[in-house]
């Protein structure tokens, strides 16, 4: 489409040029597709450009919902997104527009269904996905004397998937939609004992174990962390290290080299942070 059917250029991050940024394609065990554009107008202000960029969206669902149609996919959403800042990682709060198809879109995992905003996090690879879950599960050992802390807990997949065996889980994530996502997926698979919170982690930790640790009501404490491939800031690590309730922690990274930074931090004495310091153990 892109080569043969429009003539508006592709995003140039070294100078902030052109129009299209992104194409993302989520495939779920169904067979079902989602589908979202990322473009930039900031480059389209004139209304020449600004016209040929309206009639290039118009022509980019016909022609995505065509060739789906001639190829046999089935598109069950298509979402496009405006994403106008410099940086490469739009905004949790910038909207994204649907343009075909529903407006959710679902995944099942270890017997779960979970509903995936375009914009929310979610293991791309589902059977990979399963198996980190039963370890994450195993690992962090929740039963039902204790409280299972999920931060950035996305749409909830840990959670959800740790809930069976754990008497509490309260997820922590910064990105609203994906609270949103995590509460109607414990809704829809009738699990009672999670609840989700948006907002930062490290001021959600604080709140969350005064709130059920302090008073008595759970005997212990595991925190799961499964962070973007920066990993959590520091004030999160400082948080954990500063809550003593906290007895164990799960780390899932996808970038060993920002894992080792945070391993320091987590388990390095330090006159800058208070608290005592975890244990590598696994």
Known sequence: FLRDHQDLECWGPEKHTGVWRLLLVRHNEAGGALIMVQYSSRNCKEKEQ?????????????????????????????????????????????????????????????????????????????????????????????????????????????????SQGARKVVGIEMCEAAVQDAKLNASSNNVSNCDFLAGKAEDQITKVIAEYVTPGTFTHCVAVLDPPREGVHNKVLKALREAPAIERIVYVSCNHVAWVEQAKMLCSPSTKIGGGTFTPVR
């Not at 405006?82 to 995944?107: C, I, K, M, W, Y």
């Not at 039963?134 to 929740?142: K, M, N, P, Q, S």
């Open 50 to 162: 600004a016209d040929k960029l309206e009639a290039a969206l118009v022509k980019l669902k016909t022609f995505i919902v065509d060739e789906a149609t001639r190829t046999g996919l089935k598109i069950a959403s298509l979402f496009v997104q405006e994403h106008n800042e410099v940086g490469n990682r739009a905004l949790d709060s910038t909207p994204v527009q649907l343009v075909h198809g529903d407006a959710v879109f679902h995944e099942k995992l270890l017997g779960l269904s979970f509903r995936i905003s375009p914009t929310a996090f979610f293991q791309v690879n589902t059977k990979a996905a399963e198996v980190l879950n039963c370890l994450i599960r195993d690992w962090a050992g929740a039963d039902k004397d204790g409280i299972v802390l999920d931060v950035c807990c996305g749409t909830g997949t840990i959670g959800l998937c740790i």
